[in-house]
């Protein structure tokens, strides 16, 4: 039902109390009334219709209903916080309230554990009713977090400020220097590179300044002939945790040799700990290789005089892994034509054709770098025109 200003007005004035009461109104943005509190014991509250008519639309007589503060502070390990909901103004008739707690920097589950409830107050009760939450504790230093407390959902009554309380947990675990570790256990590096690096980490805290060395130790490769022996201090400054690098050159050889490994290893830590990966392998793999041995049974099929220039210059594989070959051709003593042949092929076909000619060959092996053994003992190819040698 929608009331007009003057009925409005009268019902005011009745339940009003005989005395001078004191009267709180409270306004909305547009100034309009939305509530009238009498001596803090009778609240009516009003709304508005689609007509812009002032309705009532309840009258609450059992007081007002808030939390003792605004804030509140415990530390980590200070098991429960117990918060006080006080009763103000009436205690005519039964009022209830609901009070819940809900996240903020401080996590239900793991900082605090998460309560709702309802409190009752019977007609006449005034007493103030308490809200435990128990507070965690934990080993991990994280600083000041905070959670809140708020109340709704008021019955009988009406609430009023404060209505929210912001708690602080108050963190009682020193501040963590953190864990220093190599990121990787193992590291390869090609003898050409230059510079193998392995980065060392801090994790798990950055207060204060901390340090450690980062030192090498011989495996199959040998300080001095496959990398300089180093040892090397790593720092890192109060609140840095960017990974340092733990950088050791390699020496680059002539050598035709396996991989080889050689050890960093990380100690002499000052003001944190050794984490698990205290160690990495490094692998330098060899960039040189071996020179292949020379060709052999060098020939030709078929074999004898070649007429109409058919035939296939072939050899056997030699010792070592070419990479290739190199095949050399003149012509009647002229000059060398010369052929790469890739492994693991060991013949070339020659078509030259109705000619009259003496072809010589060669053949030798040849490394990844392009280092090749001496040629094979040459051969002599005799070609004549299909109808025979003039």
């Given at each position: 039902?929608?009331?007009?200003?003057?009925?409005?007005?009268?019902?005011?004035?009745?339940?009003?109390?005989?005395?001078?009461?004191?009267?709180?109104?409270?306004?909305?943005?547009?100034?309009?009334?939305?509530?009238?509190?009498?001596?803090?014991?009778?609240?009516?509250?009003?709304?508005?219709?689609?007509?812009?008519?002032?309705?009532?639309?309840?009258?609450?007589?059992?007081?007002?209903?808030?939390?003792?503060?605004?804030?509140?502070?415990?530390?980590?390990?200070?098991?429960?916080?117990?918060?006080?909901?006080?009763?103000?103004?009436?205690?005519?008739?039964?009022?209830?309230?609901?009070?819940?707690?809900?996240?903020?920097?401080a996590?239900?589950?793991?900082?605090?554990?998460?309560?709702s409830?309802?409190?009752?107050?019977?007609?006449?009760?005034?007493?103030?009713?308490?809200?435990?939450?128990?507070?965690?504790?934990?080993?991990?230093?994280?600083?000041?977090?905070?959670?809140?407390?708020?109340?709704?959902?008021?019955?009988?009554?009406?609430?009023?400020?404060?209505?929210?309380?912001?708690v602080?947990?108050?963190?009682?675990?020193?501040?963590a220097?953190?864990?220093?570790?190599?990121?990787?256990?193992?590291?390869?590096?090609?003898?050409?590179?230059?510079?193998?690096?392995?980065?060392?980490?801090?994790?798990?805290?950055?207060?204060?300044?901390?340090s450690?060395?980062?030192?090498?130790?011989?495996?199959?490769?040998?300080a001095?002939?496959?990398?300089?022996?180093?040892?090397?201090?790593?720092?890192?400054?109060?609140?840095?945790?960017?990974?340092?690098?733990?950088?050791?050159?390699?020496?680059?050889?002539?050598?035709?040799?396996?991989?080889?490994?050689?050890?960093?290893?990380?100690?002499?830590?000052?003001?944190?700990a050794?984490?698990?990966?205290?160690?990495?392998?490094?692998?330098?793999?060899?960039?040189?290789?071996?020179?292949?041995?020379?060709?052999?049974?060098?020939?030709?099929?078929?074999?004898?005089?070649?007429?109409?220039?058919?035939?296939?210059?072939?050899?056997?594989?030699?010792?070592?892994?070419?990479s290739?070959?190199?095949?050399?051709?003149s012509?009647?003593?002229?000059?060398?034509?010369?052929?790469?042949?890739?492994?693991?092929?060991?013949f070339?076909?020659?078509?030259?054709?109705?000619?009259?000619?003496?072809?010589?060959?060669?053949?030798?092996?040849?490394?990844?770098?392009?280092?090749?053994?001496?040629?094979?003992?040459?051969?002599?190819?005799?070609?004549?025109?299909?109808?025979?040698c003039?």
């Amino acid at each position: 039902m929608r009331f007009p200003h003057w009925v409005v007005a009268a019902l005011l004035l009745a339940l009003a109390p005989a005395h001078a009461a004191t009267v709180v109104y409270e306004y909305d943005e547009q100034g309009r009334l939305k509530t009238a509190t009498y001596d803090g014991a009778t609240r009516i509250v009003y709304d508005l219709d689609d007509a812009g008519n002032r309705t009532q639309i309840s009258t609450f007589t059992g007081g007002a209903l808030k939390l003792s503060a605004s804030s509140y502070s415990t530390g980590e390990g200070g098991g429960t916080l117990d918060v006080s909901v006080q009763r103000f103004g009436s205690t005519s008739g039964a009022v209830s309230v609901t009070i819940a707690t809900a996240n903020g920097t401080a996590v239900a589950g793991s900082d605090y554990v998460a309560n709702s409830t309802v409190l009752n107050w019977a007609n006449g009760d005034g007493a103030a009713k308490n809200f435990a939450v128990t507070i965690s504790q934990d080993a991990a230093s994280e600083g000041s977090e905070i959670f809140t407390i708020a109340l709704s959902n008021a019955a009988g009554g009406w609430t009023d400020a404060p209505v929210s309380a912001i708690v602080t947990i108050l963190d009682d675990d020193a501040a963590a220097a953190g864990t220093l570790q190599l990121t990787s256990s193992t590291a390869t590096v090609g003898e050409a590179d230059g510079t193998v690096s392995v980065n060392v980490s801090r994790t798990g805290g950055s207060n204060g300044a901390v340090s450690l060395s980062c030192a090498t130790a011989d495996g199959t490769a040998v300080a001095g002939a496959d990398y300089p022996a180093k040892s090397i201090t790593l720092s890192w400054a109060s609140g840095d945790t960017a990974n340092k690098a733990c950088a050791i050159p390699v020496l680059n050889d002539s050598l035709v040799e396996s991989s080889e490994t050689f050890t960093l290893l990380l100690g002499s830590a000052s003001g944190a700990a050794l984490g698990a990966t205290t160690g990495s392998t490094v692998t330098i793999t060899d960039n040189d290789f071996a020179i292949p041995g020379i060709p052999g049974n060098l020939r030709t099929t078929p074999t004898g005089i070649a007429y109409g220039g058919n035939y296939t210059v072939r050899w056997d594989a030699p010792t070592g892994s070419p990479s290739y070959y190199v095949l050399e051709e003149s012509q009647d003593g002229g000059g060398i034509t010369s052929y790469a042949i890739y492994a693991p092929t060991l013949f070339k076909a020659f078509n030259k054709g109705d000619i009259d000619a003496i072809f010589i060959y060669n053949v030798r092996a040849c490394n990844a770098s392009d280092e090749c053994s001496g040629n094979s003992s040459p051969i002599a190819k005799v070609v004549c025109p299909s109808w025979g040698c003039p």
